[in-house]
């Protein structure tokens, strides 16, 4: 970068703010400022984090499948049949997986089940927050297209519409074994290099995005959250 | 029981009583009357404890019947006040003075029905629903399955079996529909 | 090693204290050892936002669920909270309204998911309204086999509540174990019923299978696992020195509360009042058995974990009586008419039960059509998670609002269905 790192003061670089800049495509609350300005508010948009080449790759892939670690974020059913897979009988542990409390320390994020516009919200906020590369796993048959309550006027049917979906696990609970084998889908899904959900929502971001305002009428929180 | 709904009736004016079984019952009030009668049936009769209120959408005969359940913790006996009011005018007296858990109530109903209580404390609050945009959604000319289908968008490849159409093609498909 | 201990004259020596107990006197509100403040008959106190010493803090939907998703606004000052506004419907499916767009039968499976940790409940109380309305009979062994699968669901969901209990107050072993044997528990359930959490087994006139070969002994063997599992969390949690100081005197629920917040469960018991569904009002078979209804003397965090503590050593032994009494032979289920075209003549009825959290019942009105016209479902936690918790949350710590949720046992979903 330029120089202008050594300084204390925060120059922005015009060229680059300009290439990052969403203004013009999408309306964010930033819109009307200079563009000098613009950085301080984070306008940045998510950019595509080309893989590496080759064995590095995969290599880096290979740590990122051995170890999965789960947001602890129960949003609906499906988190009943989590705690049992962190307990002696199923345990997740020793695959790698755990749980945590915050999205900047996570890399998958399980979806459990229905998800309604309140729930939504704070999905797609706490996505946003979550470090590249990050995986989703939509638990249940209410995150594939809406199960059982698909004519229901407060949740959502096709959750991939709003975020990218890596991995979907059927049934109304899946047992614990079949968790793990989602997991273990995942794993070979990120060791053959395609769980590439996080550049996913960088490249189509204006779809997503639209999506999500035409779902969730009262957009009232900052629009990117990273 | 029955004493006790007899002396309601004539102390009240309550109409329709109708003793389910031993331990439940139903009367029926005017509006204007029925906070009175709750109040007398909490202060002098015992029954002490609100199980719940809810409403009902009689939308044939454009009211909403608001059912209070009051239980009497020492006899273990339930009895139902039911309260007519206009559908278009939705509003009714508040009970939050009476019990402290009735301000929930009100709320909610005041989101899923539009019924009004003035003076509830923070009754416009939303309780449950967030970014919603139209009528109340227990109404029963709300039609939930139009509006999913309408604003959410459904994965393509669902098929749809009737179950009655189903069975008619089962087991009588020689007869037209 | 000798001098290192004075440290630039500071005694740094760490002898720990044994926590002082004071006796506490529930009738004093406000007297020693109640943690909460004195706010007065309003419930609120006085706080100004715009002096600047206040902080609107969220403790969201962000966690592990085992309350559920709620999320709670606080209002903090330092340590302290002085204001709670409980937020609900992060859950909310509307089931009320999809009971009225499907038919009786095609209710059921739908109804057991309002309560995830015991959804046999939801299913007893459907069936038993729509029975009530249509006017059937129920056969005796059908009847025993309800209150089979309600009283394991009762430990199930108390198993998995004790763990969230001191769980909340950061020792994660005990939930290690609950969990477990609450595994074991879903594995005979499974037998019985096909299903691990959703069972959908109780259907409107009857049950929808036989208990299978071996049951009872497996079950038993269970029981003793669990009765030994019970005696170790009195060892780890109700003799344990953190979980006292931090749960005696938490959210103290008084004798004047229970009837102006509709207080019912544990939470009522536990503050001295024996009110039980199972005594006062039996239904199943529940006037046959022999049990006791437990109770304490201060509902404080401390009290309610151990009332319900004794509820499941009361579960156990109510498993092992009904398991003496279901018959071997007979019907486990009524001819129901063709339900596809089943219309229930008008009408409303009240049902209600004793589940593991209070008062739980369902209030059906049907209009002689093959759609029921109004199903409502009255949840313990509605006046539990909101009211009852905004008032008993003024005064303690911000560490121990999860603590407090957990000990009211709030559930979400009933509350916005």
């Known amino acids: 970068m330029s120089e202008a790192d050594d300084k204390q003061q925060f120059i922005p670089d015009v060229e680059e703010e300009e290439a990052r800049s969403t203004r013009g495509k999408i309306q964010l609350p930033n819109a009307d400022m200079p563009i000098e300005d613009e950085g301080r508010f984070c306008s940045a948009r998510p950019h595509v984090e080309a893989p590496f080449r080759g064995a590095i790759e995969k290599f880096l892939n290979w740590a990122r499948s051995q170890s999965l670690w789960v947001l602890g974020f129960g949003t609906g059913c499906g988190a009943i049949e989590l705690r049992p897979l962190m307990t002696a009988r199923f345990d997740a542990y020793r695959y790698g997986i755990q749980g945590r409390p915050t999205p900047r320390q996570s890399s998958v994020f399980i979806i459990g089940g229905y998800v309604s516009l309140k729930t939504l919200k704070r999905i797609i906020r706490s996505y946003e927050q979550m470090q590249n590369p990050k995986f989703v796993i939509g638990l249940g048959s209410c995150t594939i297209n809406g199960g059982m309550y698909w004519d229901s006027y407060n949740t959502i049917n096709r959750i991939d519409n709003y975020i990218p979906v890596d991995v979907y696990i059927a049934g109304c609970m899946p047992r614990p074994e079949a968790i793990l084998a989602g997991f273990k889908k995942l794993k070979e899904r990120i060791r053959a290099g395609e769980a590439e959900g996080a550049n996913e929502y960088a490249e189509h971001f204006d779809w997503y995005k639209e999506n999500q305002k035409r779902i969730v009428k009262d957009w009232d929180m900052p629009d990117y959250n990273w | 029981m029955e004493t006790l709904l007899s002396d309601l009736e004539s102390r009240f004016g309550t109409t329709e009583p109708r003793q389910q079984r031993a331990d439940l019952a139903f009367v029926r009030c005017e509006r204007n009357r029925a906070v009175d009668l709750i109040t007398h049936l909490r202060d002098r009769e015992g029954y002490t404890h609100l199980v719940f209120f809810t409403a009902v959408d009689i939308i044939e005969q454009g009211l909403f019947r608001l059912t209070y359940l009051l239980h009497n913790p020492e006899l273990h006996t339930d009895i139902g006040v039911e309260v007519d009011i206009d559908r278009e005018q939705a509003e009714m007296e508040s009970i939050h003075r009476l019990w402290a858990q009735a301000a929930t ?50 994965r393509p490849g669902r098929e749809t079996h009737e179950t009655t159409e189903h069975m008619k093609q089962k087991l009588y498909p020689e007869e037209e529909a | 090693m000798s001098d290192t201990r004075l440290y630039k004259g500071i005694d740094t020596r760490y002898i720990p204290e044994e926590p002082e107990y004071v006796e506490f006197d529930a009738a004093e509100r406000g007297g020693p ?41 606080l209002t903090v000052s330092g340590d302290t909270v002085w204001g709670l506004k409980t937020h609900v419907g992060y859950l909310h499916r509307g089931f009320e309204k999809l009971m009225e767009r499907r038919t009786y039968i095609q209710n059921f499976p ?17 069936a038993a309204s729509v029975e009530d309305l249509a006017g059937l009979e129920v056969p005796e062994k059908a009847g025993w086999l309800r209150i089979l699968t309600l009283e394991m669901a009762r430990l199930t969901s108390y198993l998995q509540w004790i763990g969230g209990q001191i769980g909340a107050f950061g020792v994660g072993t005990v939930g290690q174990w609950t969990i477990t044997h609450r595994d074991y528990m879903l594995d005979l359930f499974e037998e019985l019923t096909g299903g691990r959490i959703y069972h959908m087994y109780i259907i409107p006139g009857g049950v929808r299978g036989d208990l299978p070969e071996g049951f009872e002994e497996r079950m038993e063997a269970l029981l003793v696992k669990i009765e030994k599992l019970l005696s170790e969390i009195d060892l780890a949690m109700f003799h344990n020195a953190v979980f006292k100081t931090r749960a005696k005197g938490l959210g103290v629920i008084t004798r004047d509360m229970i009837d102006r917040y509709g207080i019912t469960g544990p939470n009522a018991r536990a503050a001295g009042v024996a009110r039980d569904i199972r005594k006062d009002q039996p239904y199943l078979g529940y006037d046959e058995l022999d049990f006791e209804v437990v109770t304490a003397q201060n509902s404080d965090a401390y009290d309610r974990a151990w009332v319900r503590r004794q509820e499941m050593q009361q579960s156990v032994s109510l498993i092992r009586q009904i398991l003496k009494r279901i018959p071997k032979t007979g019907p486990i289920h009524t001819k129901l008419p063709n339900v596809l075209h089943w219309r229930i003549p008008p009408g409303q009825t009240w049902h209600r039960a004793e589940c593991t959290r209070g008062e739980y019942g369902y209030y059906m009105v049907a209009d002689g059509t093959i759609y029921p016209r109004r199903v409502y479902v009255r949840g313990p936690s509605y006046t539990h998670a909101i009211a009852v918790m905004e008032k008993l949350a003024v005064g303690t710590n911000i560490a121990d609002i999860a603590g407090l949720m957990v000990s009211l046992h709030t559930y979400p979903p009933e509350i916005e269905r």
Request: glycine share 10%; aromatic share 12%.
């Open chain 3, 110 to 126: 739908l109804v057991c998911r309002i309560c995830v940790p015991e959804p046999d409940f939801n299913e007893y109380l459907y």
């Open chain 2, 105 to 154: 109530y009100q709320r909610e109903l005041k989101e899923m029905f539009g019924i009004d209580f003035p003076g509830s404390p923070r009754v416009d609050e939303p309780f449950v629903l967030e970014s919603w945009d139209d009528i109340p959604p227990m109404r029963r000319e709300f039609d939930t399955k139009a509006y999913s289908e309408h604003r959410f968008v459904a």
């Open chain 3, 33 to 73: 050892g109640d943690r909460g403040a004195d706010v007065g008959e309003t419930g609120a106190p006085d706080v100004d936002l715009e002096s600047g010493k206040y902080l609107k803090l969220w403790q969201g939907p962000n966690h592990p669920g085992i309350t559920g998703n709620m999320s709670v606004e």
